[in-house]
C-alpha cells in the first residue's frame, strides 16, 4: 500500500481507525462476519473523501493466491492476486447462467488476468465479502449468503450485480493507480 494510502487509511477519524481494525482482522483470520460497510454520501462527498479520489498502491508484493485491501473514498478495495486455478475458474463461469452477465476477461485489464481489483463491498447491502467461502471459491457474504466467483460475480443468494469494479490503471508492475 502507498504511504498516501496508509496515511490515509490511518487518519484521527473513529470511523477510520475502525477501518484498519476491521481490514486487520479481516487480513488474520479470514473473517469479516456481519460487518455493515457505511455507505457514503455520494451527492455530497466531505472534503475528506475528496482528497482520497485516487490513490496509488504498490500491489506488487502481494503473495500468488492472496489479496490486499486499501481505503479508496470510504470504501474497501480488493486487490486480488489469483492464481491460475481461480482465472480457470473465472473463466469457465464465462458460460454460466450469470444473474450479472459479464465474461472474466472484461473485469480485468488485458492480458492482467492474475489481478483482480474490485471493491469490496456486498451489492446487496453493503457487507465486506470474505474470501475463500463459498461453492464457487470466490468471495462469501457473511450476511446474507451472497457467494461471488473468483471474478467476483454474483452467482447465488440475495445481492443483485456483481462486486463493483473501480476505475484503475496500473502505472508499472508494482504500482496501480485506482480512482
Ligand atoms: Fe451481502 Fe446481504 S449484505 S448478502
Known amino acids: 500500500m502507498s504511504e498516501g494510502a496508509i496515511a490515509a487509511a490511518a487518519g484521527a477519524e473513529p470511523t477510520k481507525r475502525d477501518f484498519i481494525h476491521i481490514m486487520a482482522g479481516a487480513m488474520a483470520v479470514g473473517l469479516v462476519g456481519g460487518i455493515a460497510w457505511p455507505f457514503i454520501d455520494e451527492m455530497n462527498p466531505s472534503a475528506d473523501t475528496l482528497a482520497l479520489a485516487s490513490i496509488e498502491v504498490d500491489y506488487g508484493k ?8 486499501v481505503k479508496w473514498r470510504g470504501k474497501p478495495v480488493f486487490i486480488r492476486h489469483r492464481t491460475p486455478q481461480e482465472i ?6 464465462d458460460s454460466a447462467d450469470l ?17 483482480l481489483i ?3 463491498v456486498c451489492t446487496h447491502l453493503g457487507c465486506v465479502p470474505t ?10 457474504c457473511p450476511c446474507h449468503g451472497s457467494v461471488y466467483d473468483t471474478s467476483g460475480r454474483i452467482r ?3 445481492a443483485p450485480k456483481n462486486l ?4 484503475y490503471s496500473f502505472l508499472s508492475k508494482s504500482k496501480v493507480k485506482i480512482g
Request: no cysteine.
Open 131 to 140: 474470501f475463500g467461502g463459498g461453492k464457487y471459491h470466490g468471495w462469501f
Open 164 to 167: 463493483y469494479l473501480p476505475d
Open 62 to 69: 502481494t503473495p500468488l493466491g492472496q489479496q490486499i485491501v
Open 156 to 158: 447465488s443468494g440475495p
Open 99 to 115: 444473474r450479472d452477465p459479464a465474461r472474466d476477461e472484461d473485469r480485468h485489464k488485458p492480458g492482467m488476468a492474475e489481478w
Open 88 to 93: 480457470a475458474e473465472a473463466v469457465a463461469g
Open 118 to 120: 474490485v471493491i469490496g
